[in-house]
Nanobody, 113 residues
Framework: VQLMESGGGLVQPGGSLRLSCVVW????????MRWYRQAPGKERELVAG??????TYADAVKGRFIISRDNAKNTVILQMYDLKSEVKCVYFC?????????WGRGTQVTISS
């Protein structure tokens, strides 16, 4: 099983990024899929989740982030708009289902002007 995140990078305040999580080893559409993030010195926090088609978001990102799936590519996407307070975080993909709970290694997002 492997989850591989991509799409991170440097973006200006107010900018957008699209993160992708490609899954190998299980069918992502059959799993609860979530995105977490972790800032330096802080605990990992839940950002967005897709649980059986029901999406949930942390209050801090509601209205700015969108989680979606591309089942044909076994991929989960996090579209992020108006990036601001998330100055420097590593974003992690997480899959949880009958086979267990799995994490990717993360992709870093840095917001700087």
């Amino acid at each position: 099983v492997q989850l591989m995140e991509s799409g991170g990078g440097l973006v200006q305040p107010g900018g957008s990024l699209r993160l992708s999580c490609v899954v190998w080893g299980f069918t992502s559409s059959e799993y609860f899929m979530r995105w977490y993030r972790q800032a330096p010195g802080k605990e990992r926090e839940l950002v967005a989740g897709d649980v059986v088609g029901r999406t949930t978001y942390a209050d801090a990102v509601k209205g700015r982030f969108i989680i979606s799936r591309d089942n044909a590519k076994n991929t989960v996407i996090l579209q992020m708009y108006d990036l601001k307070s998330e100055v420097k975080c590593v974003y992690f993909c997480n899959g949880w289902g009958t086979g267990g709970r799995y994490w990717g290694r993360g992709t870093q997002v840095t917001i700087s002007s």
